[in-house]
């Protein structure tokens, strides 16, 4: 069965580093566009970056420069290297996959992307 599946979150103090996991199996999702998502306490979900086929990455302005996404297309993962991390970076993060595009990641239209882990959380302190 195909599926997401996140690891990588914690607690950290303002200013740290985390590092998420993103393992994909059943369907090889490096293919498509895959991306990180986030929900903070009473917030609406949002698209944090995005990486698709080749490579070619987006972020969400909050997260430019602080944030780094990569994959491993042998190892069918996604990462989400977080730096310089703030108080308000605290969320649940998800990973996904838009099975239906190669280019072109949508991180503002979340209809799009059709499989969703379940999230790993991510709290940061001040």
């Known amino acids: 069965q195909a599926q997401l599946v996140e690891s990588g979150g914690g607690s950290v103090q303002a200013g740290g580093s985390l590092r998420l996991s993103c393992a994909a199996s059943?369907?090889?999702?490096?293919?498509?566009?895959m991306g990180w998502f986030r929900q903070g306490p009473g917030k609406e979900r949002e698209g944090v970056a995005a990486?698709?086929?080749?490579?070619?990455?987006s972020y969400a302005d909050s997260v430019k420069g602080r944030f780094t996404i990569s994959k491993d297309n042998a190892e069918n993962t996604l990462y989400l290297q977080m730096n310089s991390l703030k108080p308000e970076d605290t969320a649940m993060y998800y990973c996904?996959?838009?099975?239906?595009?190669?280019?072109?990641?949508?991180?503002?239209?979340?209809?799009?992307?059709?499989?969703w882990g379940r999230g790993t959380q991510v709290t940061v302190s001040s």
């Open positions: 059943g369907n090889t999702y490096t293919r498509y566009c």
């Open positions: 990486i698709d086929r080749y490579g070619y990455t």
């Open positions: 996904a996959a838009d099975s239906g595009r190669w280019v072109g990641c949508d991180l503002y239209e979340q209809g799009y992307w059709d499989h």
